[in-house]
């Protein structure tokens, strides 16, 4: 992978994360940084495939919802 896609790639997942936490509680709600930060790692590790699909991402989120970090894991409605 070379660096443009790298690049790309990270940018992706910020966005994701951002709106990944958007799920939370009120979808009208913005996502912190601190909630962006908690979510980011997992759907690198959990859901990269999906990349830049939000609606597969928050999916993937909530079925490897056991599988999410303890901080992201609080970020999702229980």
Request: charge should be positive; proline fraction near 6%.
């Amino acid at each position: 992978m070379n660096f443009s896609n790298t690049l790309r790639l990270g940018i992706s997942a910020l966005v994701l994360a951002a709106s990944l936490i958007s799920v939370s509680a009120n979808a009208a709600e913005i996502a912190t940084a601190e909630q962006r930060a908690a979510c980011t790692p997992d759907a690198f590790r959990l859901c990269s495939s999906h990349i830049p699909n939000i609606p597969a991402i928050t999916a993937c989120m909530k079925k490897n919802f056991e599988n999410l970090s303890p901080a992201c894991k609080a970020v999702f409605p229980k």
